[in-house]
DNA sequence: TCCTACTGTGACCATTTGTTACATTTTGCT
DNA sequence: AGCAAAATGTAACAAATGGTCACAGTAGGA
């Protein structure tokens, strides 16, 4: 069921559109101010917001902006009467499409789910590419990586290299591997980089006190991730 | 070569007009009263249609009105007066868009792109294509940009490459790639002019202090938007 | 025409990455 | 155990890569 919520203060509207759009799975939520509207559409995750113009507490463009400071949650504009200078100015501040006041229930429907689509649709991309083992968390998205809820810059081969690790933890990954996927070329048995990476992404990486470390050598093959706590992400 | 059909009754403007235009692609004819201009703009088929409001002859209104009695094809209104009237009462009436006298022939240009691309295309709504990630809001009909709500002004070269790295939120975009798609070239290993531009991006892109940088570097590969707060990740 | 904004180029600098050399550890052998 | 060879760790330096300043060229607008 997807939580729409409906920012309008024409009370009677808004009962008959939660009623209308119920029937179609929808589950909808009214405010009747801009301002307490405002709060509710960053307090919680909405599929989509019905944002009427003329709104009393907090004009509905003022409350758009703050919204769109927030978040990226998508927004249906309503304009009150015929009033296309809102439609432009809507647009241009940032909604995802508006519909004149006043409109047929079911081109609402309509708009709302050509938004819906779109936005399921990119959403795709947004996956959430978080790798996590013993405090350690990756997140390739936003390339950052922090250990114990503390931030750690790395360069890209470091990054890459625990990466690597990361991508299954408490096994071992041979050096050839990390040479293909991290330096994007063939291992030879005297090229020392690796190691040299290794070594500066330990330093980086707090409890490089001998034991403890994070990232074990395993002698003649590569190395490993080391797992203390045993939450981790199965992936394969 | 785009057939364009410019009516309006400044001579000059006409012929300024077309001798832009044309260094862009299109070929302009220009007409200077109203009701030759209709005339013309159902004779033949126009990829779009530039009308003035204003104008000998017929009212430009009255043109806009007649023409879309017989024929779906693209206009653009030009407004003489800044007055929204003139905007509200051209859209209701049909016109794909309009832009207020004086314009920048840089915007027209843009504009006439952004209804032909429209038009060409699937959909012949007015609806926004918006790309978000981030607080970053890319808008590409009406070619702006926002963070967190507040207008940002790029110029072509930054807004292209910001399109393109919106495309795909935190994922690689290859120097290749952007070389082609933004500069319209192919990539050359000692062209430093992308460098510039993703420089010259980044300093207008609040949040520019190495860390949490919405541009990432990634060495010898290319460059990644980074996106921290995926919609798709609730903390609890 | 001048003025302005945008784009591209060369130069210079900082950071990252690779290499060499040497220290240290491990392993295998006697 | 003692030793040598092999593997790994790391410091120091060199090379590559990217960031940005400053300037030049260009095009558009006044």
Redo the contacts with the bound molecule.
């Keep these: 069921m997807e939580e729409i919520l409906l920012i309008d203060d024409d009370v009677e509207l808004c009962s008959m559109l939660a009623d209308y759009l119920g029937r179609y799975g929808f589950h909808v939520s009214a405010v009747h101010r801009g301002d307490t509207g405002l709060k509710e559409a960053v307090k919680k995750q909405y599929a989509l917001i019905l944002l009427d113009v003329m709104l009393p507490g907090l004009d509905g463009f003022e409350v758009l902006k703050r919204i769109r400071g927030a978040s990226s949650v998508n927004i249906l504009l309503l304009t009150a009467r015929g009033e296309d200078v809102d439609r432009i100015v809507g647009l241009e501040i940032g909604a995802d499409d508006y519909l004149p006041k006043p409109f047929n229930p079911r081109e609402l429907l309509a708009r709302m789910r050509a938004i819906l689509r779109r936005s399921s649709g990119a959403e795709a991309t947004l996956e959430p590419t978080l790798l996590r083992a013993d405090g350690l968390e990756l997140n390739t998205a936003a390339r950052t990586v922090s250990q114990n809820g503390k931030r750690i810059?790395l360069?890209?081969?470091?990054f890459a290299l625990l990466e690597s690790l990361l991508h299954s933890p408490g096994k071992v990954v041979t050096?050839e591997e990390l040479a293909e996927k991290v330096?994007g070329r063939e291992f030879h048995?005297f090229?020392?980089?690796l190691?040299?990476?290794?070594?500066r992404l330990?330093r980086k990486l707090s409890g490089s006190g001998t034991e403890d470390d994070l990232v074990k050598?395993v002698?003649?093959?590569g190395y490993q991730l080391a797992v203390h706590s045993g939450a981790s992400t199965p992936k394969d």
């Design positions: 810059e360069t890209d081969v470091e050096r330096l048995p090229d020392r980089s190691d040299m990476h290794i070594s330990r050598t002698r003649g093959t």
